[in-house]
Every structure is written in structure tokens, then in C-alpha cells.
């Protein structure tokens, strides 16, 4: 199986400030062939479904604001808030879906605001 | 407007059985994979199986196998999973999930609300 970890566990950030977290999985999910990594971003605030971010590692889902982007490739992965706003308080995951068909997601990441 | 509505959540005892259903509208249902993610109090997402369009292609997560089965009836537009010799660990809400993809292999982009289940002596 592909183990997803995240880091940090959680950070707080100021308004408007650059949030970053880190996904790193246990072994390249880089298709060769199409060269696209399946590696998507999450979002999820309390009591709230997870909500698709970002997908192909880097692919922002239709109605997400463009202060989120996706960078990365292989196993190295990141998620940037750009100018971190009051509704960006969540719990953020990575998924893998290179996997077939074993799915997995990371542990997760907490921000809040400092 | 796409929407998932999960139901058949309740209080189980360890060791009985329970019947999850997620009712979809908004999209063609035999057109995508459907997933079930599973998220116990407090903790992180864990996804539990998966269904193709056709039902052709299906899978477990390793703490899920053997105990649960995944399965949908397109004429309905419903998933389903059945989940049999039910453990204190499964606790957790159930997410229904639409893939995004048409296959089994994908993320997703629709989720429902979930349904609680518990399991408890």
C-alpha cells in the first residue's frame, strides 16, 4: 500500500500570509505514460464533507479560488495558500489514486490563523 | 445539482450486521465510480471501497475485507455497502463519494453529508 504522510500536523498563519503544507507518499505516484501524478487536495471544515481542491497534483477543481495551487511531482508534494483568508480554517488532506484500487489518504493538516 | 444521501446509519452491536445506502441525483449515475470514506470521531479521512461504473471492478480496504461488500443498482441511481461482523473500530461516519473519473482509480468531487455509525455493546 501507499502511505501518505503530511507535514505539519497543523500551523497558524496570519491573514494574508503564505500557508504551506507538505504530502509526501510512500512511493512515486508518477504514471510514466501520461506522465500525471494522481495525487489530489482536500479541504475540509468542521462538520463539513471533505471538498475537492486540487487534482493531477496540480489541477485546481472548477470554483476554487486561485490563492490555493498545487505543486509537486513524484512523491514530493505541496499545497500553497497564497494570502491565507478567514474562511481557509480547515483540515486539509492529500489522497493518492495511483494505487489500484487501494485509495489512501494523508493524516491530515490543521491551519488556523495566528 | 449534484447530490449523495447517505442512510442507514445507527447504533450496532459488535458482531451484527449493517446495511449502508447512498441515494444520488443531479448526474448520470452509471457513468461514474462510486466510493464509500469512512471518518471516525476526530480523526482523518480512510477510504473503505470502491465500485466502477458497471460494477466490474471493486475494491476493499485491508481493514474492511472480507467483512464488508460494495454494491450499486444503477436503475436506482443508489450504492450500497453491507457491512457484516461489525467491530468498535468501524465507528465512524460514511461518506458516499462520486468519482471523479469513470474509474475505480480516482478522487473525488461530490461527497455526501454521511451517516453515522456506531458500534457498540
Known amino acids: 500500500d501507499i502511505v501518505m504522510t503530511q507535514s505539519p500536523d497543523s500551523l497558524a498563519v496570519s491573514l494574508g500570509e503564505r500557508a504551506t503544507i507538505n504530502c509526501k507518499s510512500s512511493?512515486?505516484?508518477?504514471?510514466?505514460?501520461?506522465?500525471?501524478?494522481?495525487l489530489a487536495w482536500y479541504q475540509q471544515k468542521p462538520g463539513q464533507p471533505p471538498k475537492l481542491l486540487i487534482y493531477w497534483a496540480s489541477t485546481r477543481e472548477s470554483g476554487v479560488p486561485d490563492r490555493f495551487s498545487g505543486s509537486g511531482s513524484g512523491t514530493d508534494f505541496t499545497l500553497t495558500i497564497s494570502s491565507l483568508q478567514a474562511e481557509d480554517v480547515a483540515v486539509y488532506y492529500c489522497?493518492?489514486?495511483?494505487?489500484?484500487?487501494?485509495?489512501?489518504f494523508g493524516p491530515g493538516t490543521k491551519v488556523d490563523i495566528k | 445539482e449534484v447530490q449523495l444521501v447517505e442512510s442507514g446509519g445507527g447504533l450496532v452491536q459488535p458482531g451484527r450486521s449493517l446495511r449502508l445506502s447512498c441515494a444520488a441525483s443531479g448526474f448520470t449515475f452509471d457513468d461514474y465510480a462510486m466510493h464509500w470514506v469512512r471518518q471516525a470521531p476526530g480523526k482523518g479521512l480512510e477510504w473503505v471501497s470502491g465500485?466502477?461504473?458497471?460494477?466490474?471492478?471493486?475494491g476493499y480496504a485491508d481493514s474492511v475485507k472480507g467483512r464488508f461488500t460494495i454494491s450499486r443498482d444503477n436503475a436506482k441511481n443508489s450504492l450500497y455497502l453491507q457491512m457484516n461482523s461489525l467491530r468498535a473500530e468501524d465507528t465512524a461516519l460514511y461518506y458516499c463519494?462520486?468519482?471523479?473519473?469513470?474509474?475505480?482509480?480516482?478522487?473525488?468531487?461530490?461527497w455526501g453529508q454521511g451517516t453515522l455509525v456506531t458500534v457498540s455493546s
Open positions: 463519494a462520486k468519482a471523479k473519473l469513470t474509474t475505480v482509480t480516482t478522487f473525488f468531487d461530490y
Open positions: 512511493q512515486s505516484v508518477l504514471y510514466s505514460s501520461n506522465n500525471k501524478n494522481y
Open positions: 465500485i466502477s461504473w458497471n460494477s466490474g471492478s471493486i
Open positions: 489522497q493518492q489514486y495511483y494505487s489500484t484500487p487501494l485509495l489512501t
